[in-house]
């Protein structure tokens, strides 16, 4: 496979507008990132300031995903790009699209932080929650670090983490149920938390989603619905 | 063609030693290349191609400019043969015949393998003689009425059956460039060639006429063989099932179109198609 440059091209106003897209893709992450950071806090500290924070933020994002939509179309348009530069404006534009999920989510994460707010009850205790917020931040942090490094193998990681992540989900809300069947009176209160789990899950899907979208663009092979050994062979290719 | 000294050549070629991709067929080729040189004189222009081109498949061959793509093709019907200083050496074979053999009749070898060039050439004759030419001098027809009929059927093959019908008797030159060049298509097809060859078809049109052309080769594809050489990639895509580039003479990759112009394998055909040449 050719490695990956971005400049070089015989016109150097298409290499400031590939480098734009990039960079601009790279501050939308950055954005989505912190708003997940402060959703999160919101939710474990049951604080309702913070989480309007997050919300507000995702006004930020809309921005961004409507900039960076108008380069890629613009390049489309106007540069007709093939190979490398072609799946690195696919690229850039499935992750637009999972970058404003992700914010998307973290708003859902904060609105259950007022819920709970509201009710004057914290989280404290659900571990799972926690446990989950840290592995699907990290997972999100990661995929954008592998496509700014243009890296197959730790989007490789990212997608191994998956799996791990959805485990994690799966014993949570069944944690959350038995509790719920224990004391009924705690059944509003794990359900907002429940929401805010399925929320980080999603979170988790979405940063796989850009960890394949890094290996497509990096390795030039379409590896989504693929087992985890199939793609492994492809990132070793 | 530029001339570079071994060590940029040893450079520009870095982990090239032979064609990437599949340049020959198992089955199913029409034409097929072997060790390919094409001389001017002392100077080499093509080094060692071999290549397959499959029965009515559009197989397209992109390169810079000098990268000897259009020197390639003109070996396949023999019209370097009209260049003095011109030499080939390697195989070339159409269904099987050595189409270098002394015993090859060129005449017939260029009705087998047609040739449509980059400006279009019409016969400063009418409508209805620039098409009844080729079947006329190979003697393909004894009375008027089968005449008439291979000209209504190539001229309907190029799609210009409709525009020219009622003209047939007026000059070819009154033409507009577009349908100047699909007679020369219909002119081409007229003698039922095997392979049509096409040397930068399009160079010479407007969008709406090139639309037009583009058109007609996915339909000529389903009875003809078509080689075609062209400066814009993405008339490429959009034509040909295979595309094979060149670069200072060599073939550097071949493969499927929709593979070369989204994951090619080697670095030249990537910079040649993203632009990253000078």
């Not at chain 1, 933020?57 to 960076?68: A, P, R, S, Y």
């Not at chain 2, 080729?134 to 001229?155: Q, S, Y």
Request: glycine fraction near 6%; aromatic fraction near 6%.
């Amino acid at each position: 496979m050719v490695s990956i440059t971005f400049d070089k091209h015989t016109s150097g106003q298409f290499n400031a507008e590939l480098e734009e897209a990039r960079n601009h893709l790279m501050e939308m992450g950055g954005i989505v990132e912190q708003q997940i950071e402060i959703a999160f806090k919101s939710l474990v500290n049951v604080d309702s300031e913070l989480a309007s924070e997050a919300i507000q933020m995702d006004k930020d994002v809309n921005k961004m995903e409507l900039k960076i939509d108008k380069e890629t179309t613009q390049i489309l348009a106007k540069r007709n790009p093939a190979a490398t530069d072609l799946r690195f404006i696919i690229a850039v534009s499935k992750t637009v699209n999972d970058l404003e999920r992700i914010g998307d989510e973290a708003v859902k994460i904060a609105q259950q932080a007022i819920e709970l707010s509201n009710d004057g009850a914290g989280p404290q205790g659900y571990v799972e929650l926690r446990h989950l917020g840290e592995k699907v931040r990290e997972m999100v942090q990661s995929s954008l670090d592998s496509f700014a490094r243009l890296d197959a193998d730790s989007a490789f990681e990212v997608m191994q983490q998956d799996k791990a992540v959805d485990l994690e989900y799966n014993t949570a809300v069944r944690t959350l149920v038995t509790k719920m069947m224990e004391d009924p009176r705690t059944i509003t209160r794990a359900l907002n938390v429940l929401w805010a789990l399925r929320a980080l899950e999603r979170i988790g899907d979405h940063a796989q989603n850009i960890s394949e979208n890094v290996i497509y663009l990096v390795k030039g092979k379409d590896v989504r619905h693929k087992k985890l050994e199939k793609v492994e062979e492809t990132v070793n290719r | 063609m530029t001339t570079n000294t071994n060590d940029e050549l040893a450079q520009i070629f870095e982990g090239w030693s032979s064609t990437v991709g599949k340049p020959t067929l198992k089955d199913n080729a029409r034409m097929t290349t072997r060790g390919v040189d094409v001389f001017y004189g002392e100077k080499q222009a093509i080094f060692g191609v071999d290549l397959d081109i499959g029965k009515n498949e559009v197989l397209a061959m992109i390169g810079p400019s000098g990268c000897g793509k259009s020197t390639f093709l003109r070996t396949l019907n023999r019209m370097n043969d009209t260049i003095d200083i011109c030499r080939v050496k390697g195989d070339i074979h159409l269904d099987g015949d050595n189409i270098y053999d002394k015993k090859m009749d060129v005449v017939n070898l260029r009705a087998r393998v047609g040739m449509v060039f980059q400006k279009p050439n019409p016969f400063p004759k009418s409508i209805y003689d620039n098409v009844a030419y080729g079947p006329r001098i190979h003697g393909l027809v004894t009375r008027k009425a089968e005449l008439d009929e291979i000209v209504e059927t190539a001229l309907q093959k190029a799609s210009i059956w409709n525009e020219v019908k009622d003209r047939l008797d007026q000059p070819a030159t009154g033409l507009s460039g577009g349908q100047q060049q699909r007679l020369c298509i219909a002119r081409t097809i007229a003698v039922s060639p095997e392979v049509i060859l096409m040397d930068e078809p399009c160079s010479a049109l407007d969008p709406i006429a090139t639309a037009r052309i583009e058109e007609l080769i996915a339909e000529l594809s389903e009875n003809f063989t078509i080689a075609i050489v062209t400066h814009s990639m993405q008339q490429a895509a959009r034509v040909s099932s295979r595309t094979a580039y060149f670069h200072l003479g060599r073939l550097v990759e071949v493969g499927a179109t929709d593979k070369i112009f989204t994951a090619p394998e080697h670095r030249l055909t990537e910079d040649y198609i993203t632009g990253r040449f000078g």
